[in-house]
C-alpha cells in the first residue's frame, strides 16, 4: 500500500507513509492486506475489547527474550508472524494505550528485524474509542504464512551503554524523554507509578530533557511537522544531521520519540537506548547527572 493517508498528509511529516488515522484504518478494517496489532501497557486491554480483526501482541512475552535482557532472536520472531498471518505482503497496522508509546516499541522491534510494510495508528486506541469506533471481543484467525525472517540487526537504530556513554563523552545529543521529575532525580520512576528497578536517579551526563509527551496531542495524535519542529529543532537545537540517542527508562517512551524524529522529521541517524535508565541507573562506576 502506497497511497498516502490524506489526514496525515496535511501534518506534513518527512515519512507520511508510516502513520494511518483512525478513518483510513476504518475503511480497511476488511482488508485482507492489511493486518491490525495492539501492544499495550496493560496486557489484559486487549481481552476487554479491540478493533475488529486487530491481533494481540505481548511485549512482555512476544517481543522480548524470557531468560536474557533482549528481544527475541530470528526464529521467535519469525513464529510470531507466521502465526500472525504477516508476511512482507501485508501492511501490518500498530496501535496501542498510553499515546502508542507500546506500539511504537513493537514497530522499533519490527524495525530490528528489517520490517518495512509497518505503520502506526496515529492517535492509537485512545482516540479510536473517544471517536466511539467499533470495538469488539472476537479473536480473528488468519492462515499461517511462511514469512523468513532475516538476521536481527540491532546496530542501525539500536544503542547499548557503551554507545550511550560514547555519546555522552563526545557531547553528542542525548535525548531523555522521561518526566522532568526522573530527569533531576527527584524521582526514579514516573508519577503515579511504582519505584521499578532503578537504584539512583538522575541522567545521562549532557542529555536534554524533552518528555515525550510533547510530540503528543491531547487526543493522542502526533503533533504536526512545525510543531515538532518547533520543539526539537529551534528549542533544542537537533538537525538532520546530528546523531542522536533517546533514551528513558526501559525503552518504551523513548521509541515513541526515536519514531518522531526519525520517521515524523526524517532524522537518519536517531537510536533508541533500550536499556535506558535502568541499566544506567544500576551500573558500576556509570556517571550520573542531578537537577535540570
Request: with cysteine.
Amino acid at each position: 500500500m502506497t497511497a498516502i493517508d490524506p489526514v496525515i498528509a496535511a501534518k506534513r511529516y518527512a515519512h507520511p507513509e508510516v502513520l494511518v488515522s483512525t478513518e483510513w484504518l476504518a475503511e480497511h478494517l476488511s482488508d485482507d492486506s492489511v493486518r491490525i496489532v495492539e501492544c499495550d501497557e496493560d496486557v489484559l486491554l486487549y481481552e476487554v475489547a479491540h478493533i475488529p480483526g486487530a491481533q494481540k501482541v505481548d511485549w512482555h512475552t512476544d517481543l522480548n527474550d524470557q531468560l536474557i535482557r533482549d528481544y527475541v532472536g530470528r526464529d521467535q520472531f519469525q513464529e510470531l508472524l507466521r502465526s500472525r498471518g504477516i508476511d512482507e505482503s501485508k501492511t501490518v497496522v500498530f496501535y496501542g494505550d498510553k499515546n502508542n508509546w507500546w506500539a511504537s516499541y513493537a514497530f522499533w522491534v519490527f524495525k530490528l528485524f528489517g520490517f518495512e510494510n509497518a505503520r502506526l495508528l496515529d492517535g492509537g486506541r485512545a482516540k479510536w474509542e473517544a471517536e466511539g469506533r467499533a470495538m469488539t471481543t472476537d479473536r480473528p484467525s488468519f492462515a499461517r504464512t511462511s514469512y523468513d525472517a532475516p538476521p536481527r540487526s540491532d546496530e542501525r537504530i539500536r544503542a547499548f551503554f557503551n554507545d550511550a556513554l560514547a555519546q555522552s563523552v563526545a557531547r553528542k545529543p542525548l535525548v531523555d524523554v522521561r518526566s522532568p521529575q526522573e530527569f533531576t532525580g527527584e524521582r526514579t520512576h514516573m508519577p503515579d507509578y511504582p519505584q521499578e528497578g532503578t537504584l539512583r536517579g538522575g541522567h545521562i551526563p549532557g542529555a536534554r530533557s524533552v518528555p515525550w509527551a510533547r510530540a503528543a496531542n491531547s487526543d493522542a495524535t502526533f503533533k504536526s511537522a512545525l510543531e515538532l519542529r518547533s520543539i526539537y529543532e529551534r528549542e533544542q537545537g537537533l538537525n538532520a544531521s546530528d546523531e542522536i540517542v533517546t533514551y528513558c527508562r526501559i525503552g518504551e517512551r523513548s521509541a515513541h520519540t526515536w519514531f518522531v524524529l526519525t520517521y515524523l522529521l526524517g532524522y537518519p541517524n536517531v537510536r533508541n537506548y533500550d536499556g535506558s535508565w535502568t541499566e544506567w541507573g544500576n551500573t558500576v562506576r556509570a556517571p550520573i547527572a542531578v537537577g535540570s
